[in-house]
Every structure is written in C-alpha cells, then in structure tokens.
C-alpha cells in the first residue's frame, strides 16, 4: 500500500515570498534611519565643536591684537618723552602684531588668497600655529554672515585707526629727530585714536562673545533635538517592531496548536522525514495503518521511506530524494 508523504522536507518549499520579506527590510530601513540620525548628530556636535574653538581662536587673537595696540601707545608715549630710539622700537615691534593680522584679513579678502602670506600675517598677530586653519576657515566661510560680519566690519575699522595711529608716530619720530616737540593737537589726536582703538576692541571682542554663546545655546538645541528625534523614533518603531513580534508568534501559535490538533486527531495519517527518507514523526494513524508504533520510530535503526516503500514503488522514492543525501 502506498500512503502519500504528507510534509516535504524544508528545501523543497517554494521561495520566500516577498511579502514575508517586508519585516527585514523594515529592520533594515530602521538601523539605516538609527545610523543617519547618529552620523547626524555627530555631524552637528563636530560643526558647532569646530565653530566654538574657532570663535575661542578669534577672541584670544583680539587679546593679542589688543595687547599689541596698547603696548604701541604705551612705547610711543614713551618716546615722545625720552627720544630714546629702543622706545620707538618697542613701539614697532608691538604694532607689529595688529599690523599682522590686518596682512592676513586683507589676503583672506583677496579673490584667490596666498596662503602663505595668510599664515605669516596671524603668525605675525601672534597667533598659535595650531589657530590658523581654524581662523582661516572660519573666515572664508562666515566673514560676510551674521556675528563675523558685524565683528569684520569693526576689525577693518580699527585697522583703519590703527594706520592713521602708525603714520601719526611716523611724523612724531620725524619731527623728534629734527629736534621739534610734539605739539597739543598732536598729543590730542594721539590719546582720540588710543580711545577709539580701545572701544572698537571692546566692541570686536563682545561681539564674538555673543557668537560664542549662539553657537553653544545652538549647539544645545540641536544636541538634544536630536536626542530627543532619535528616543522617539527608536521607542515608536520599537514598540512598532513588538507588537508585529507579538502578533506574528500569536499567530505562529495558533497555526501550531491548529497543525497539533490535527495530528493528534488521528483523522488521517501524517508523518515527518528527512531528506534522506528517514521518518522523525509520525501520528498513532499514520503508524496504526502501518502496524507500527513510536518505538519503531525512535529505536536504533529507526523508519525511512526506503525500508516500507514496496519493491514496486521503490523507483519514484529514489526520483523523489536528492540523491547526494539519500542513504
């Protein structure tokens, strides 16, 4: 007798369908979106970072600047009392430092900067090495925006002040050397030119400090925007991910309690094998249309198709199993 083999090995099953496929890709669409959302945020975390440490950059070259101007008013003053020419010197040597840093703006304003005339004029301003591609950066990209545009225009107004200041020290060293004293307008227009430097510096420096703090107060929103973007996103599609979870083994439940009752049932016989035509599994039906029981399922040599197949059927058994894993 020959009785029909009611469940196939696995490969022999069709192909996945593509339907069942959709929850993959959904767990792939989920780590990608994951992924953006943490590049994207360590993206905005490296930009506000650079932009910071470029502003910190610009507020200690202002004190340099600063520094250098005053240290010149100081010297100059000097001079103009002693006539000492190593005074007059100290007053080059510390003017110097802005003079430096006008270099590097005026290059940086050019079309097609020299970058090496750029890097002598902040070295010059007294600038650390390791500032410099910042400032220069930072510069080319945002002089002419918001904060840096404000701070720009007043750091090319003191330049302006800081050449009218140089050229009113050239003619004061002229006339010390023709022996004629500094007369009161002069003197006077020394100390206006040292009070507008003074308020132009206080005014540079507040306004990169205003910068600073809307680039931290920015960096803040997006930092925990994108906290927040990425725990929201992260609880909704999880919680989405479980309840498909859930549902998909509910229902894997119910079809093998379904499948169970039907094999216990005994209304018809039902057996389980391997590719090799080993039989695993067979219900009390299936065995009593046999004349079997369990032991000769799981004894030593146990089932296979191959031992109660008739002689006659034996052929389409043989077509049936691959034979690369038949016994």
């Known amino acids: 007798m020959r009785f029909p083999k009611i469940f196939a090995h ?11 496929q959709a929850p993959a890709r ?10 953006a959302i943490v590049l994207g945020s360590l993206g905005v975390n490296h930009f506000c970072a650079q932009a910071l440490d470029s502003v910190r950059a610009y507020i200690a070259g202002e004190g340099l600047w600063s520094k250098g101007q005053k240290t010149a008013f100081i010297h100059l003053l000097r001079y103009l009392s002693s006539h000492d020419e190593a005074d007059y010197q100290a007053f080059q040597q510390a003017i110097a430092i802005p003079l430096g840093d006008r270099q590097a703006r005026l290059e940086l304003d050019r079309p097609e900067p020299d970058p090496g005339r ?43 002040h800081l050449l009218a200041l140089l050229a009113l020290a050239e003619r004061l060293h002229r006339e010390a050397l023709d022996g004629i004293p500094p007369d009161a307008d ?42 927040a973007l990425f725990l929201g996103l992260g609880l909704s599609l999880s919680l989405l991910i479980i309840r498909k979870v859930h549902r998909a083994e509910r229902t894997l439940y119910d079809s093998e309690a379904r499948f169970r009752h039907v094999v216990d049932s005994n209304m018809i016989g039902i057996v389980f094998w391997r590719r090799d035509g080993k039989i695993l599994e067979a219900n009390q039906a299936f065995l009593r249309m046999l004349g079997y029981d369990e032991a000769d399922i799981h ?11 008739p002689e006659e059927y034996a052929g389409l058994d043989r077509d049936a199993l691959p034979p690369t894993k038949r016994n």
């Open 10 to 20: 696995p490969s022999t099953y069709p192909p996945y369908p593509r339907a069942e």
């Open 118 to 160: 750029v890097r002598a004029g902040f070295l010059g301003g007294g600038n650390h090495p390791d500032d410099i591609e910042a400032l220069v950066s930072f510069y080319q990209r945002y002089h002419a925006i918001g904060y840096m545009r404000q701070a720009v225009a007043t750091w090319a107004e003191g330049d302006r």
């Open 186 to 227: 002069s003197l006077r227009e020394l100390e206006t030119l040292n009070q507008r430097l003074s308020t132009l510096e206080a005014a540079f420096s507040s306004t990169l400090g205003a910068a600073s703090r809307w680039v931290n107060h920015l960096t803040q929103i997006l930092t925990y925007a994108s906290v």
């Open 299 to 309: 004894g030593l040599d146990g089932l296979s198709w191959q031992s109660i197949t």
């Open 26 to 35: 959904k767990m792939y669409a989920v780590v990608a979106l994951f992924t």
